[in-house]
């Protein structure tokens, strides 16, 4: 078995990305894990979180899970 940890952070300093509603002063981040079984089977869990002022992301947080069979 092969884990990789993944983590994933961004901050909007200044500015805006008018297309996704993400503005100025907003945290994405999310963590999660992936497993590799036999180098055919695929195993993941991810969380994701927004936080900040922009009140379209807040309520959006999730977590992810996967499976994937390799042929």
């Known amino acids: 078995v092969d884990i990789t940890l993944h983590l994933f952070v961004n901050y909007s300093i200044d500015g805006r990305f008018s297309f996704y509603h993400y503005n100025e002063k907003n945290l994405w981040w999310s963590w999660g ?7 055919n ?28 069979y390799i042929f």
């Open 33 to 39: 894990v992936e497993a590799v079984y036999l180098e």
């Open 41 to 68: 089977w695929k195993f993941s869990v991810i969380y994701n979180d927004f936080s900040g002022p922009n009140n379209l992301w807040v309520d959006r947080d999730n977590i992810s899970m996967n499976a994937k």
